[in-house]
């Protein structure tokens, strides 16, 4: 059976959640889950669960990159360097895996620190019975006309706005 391309987009919380709830779904029917993070530097509430889960693994950038608009120029080509890294890393992995899923993949490819065309030639060249999952906000055309699946989380309000900090467990 041919594995299908989710997309989870959008300005809403809820795109890395239902990412790791299909994940946790595939490894309780013994599939093999691969789900890598980028601008994430492993340390979110979810990833300590999805380690203790037979048949996933995790992979992250363990150098923390922060946020991309307070990078300047040196610490962006240090951080393209490292999440290419890790997405060759990830591409290798997936001719084993039954699910990979790439967390903010479409950011990494909106900021210019992974070539889209990598992530498209990817997505085009994907082992046939791979099911495959990428999140990010505001996926290019080209990625949408590759999604079997297009999942659109929109935010209506969230408390961000009014000042209040993301909570462990419940944000991250």
Same mark, same amino acid.
């Given at each position: 059976?041919?594995?299908?391309?989710?997309?989870?987009?959008?300005?809403?919380? *809820?795109?890395?959640?239902?990412?790791?709830?299909?994940? %946790?779904?595939?490894?309780?029917? *013994?599939?093999? %889950?691969?789900?890598?993070?980028?601008?994430?530097?492993?340390? /979110?509430?979810?990833?300590?669960?999805?380690? /203790?889960?037979?048949? %996933?693994?995790?992979?992250?950038?363990?150098?923390?990159?922060?946020?991309?608009?307070?990078?300047?120029?040196?610490?962006?080509?240090?951080?393209?360097?490292?999440?290419?890294?890790?997405?060759?890393?990830?591409?290798?992995?997936?001719?084993?895996?039954?699910? %990979?899923?790439?967390?903010?993949?479409?950011?990494?490819?909106?900021? /210019?620190?992974?070539?889209?065309?990598?992530?498209?030639?990817?997505?085009?060249?994907?082992?046939?019975?791979?099911?495959?999952?990428?999140? *990010?906000?505001?996926? /290019?055309?080209?990625?949408?006309?590759?999604?079997?699946?297009?999942?659109?989380?929109?935010?209506?309000?969230?408390?961000?706005?009014? *000042?209040?900090?993301?909570?462990?467990?419940?944000?991250?």
């Amino acid at each position: 059976m041919a594995g299908l391309i989710h997309i989870y987009c959008g300005d809403g919380k *809820g795109k890395t959640t239902a990412a790791v709830g299909l994940a %946790v779904r595939a490894a309780g029917a *013994g599939k093999r %889950v691969v789900f890598a993070q980028f601008f994430k530097d492993g340390s /979110s509430s979810e990833i300590n669960v999805l380690r /203790s889960l037979p048949n %996933v693994e995790v992979c992250v950038c363990t150098k923390r990159h922060g946020f991309f608009r307070n990078m300047g120029p040196e610490e962006r080509e240090r951080a393209a360097e490292d999440y290419s890294a890790l997405f060759r890393l990830v591409r290798e992995k997936a001719a084993d895996a039954d699910l %990979v899923v790439l967390d903010e993949l479409i950011s990494l490819c909106n900021h /210019s620190l992974l070539p889209e065309k990598e992530a498209l030639e990817f997505m085009d060249g994907k082992p046939t019975a791979l099911e495959l999952v990428v999140t *990010g906000r505001d996926p /290019s055309d080209a990625m949408r006309e590759r999604a079997d699946y297009i999942t659109e989380m929109k935010k209506l309000r969230h408390p961000f706005d009014r *000042g209040v900090a993301a909570r462990r467990g419940i944000e991250f």
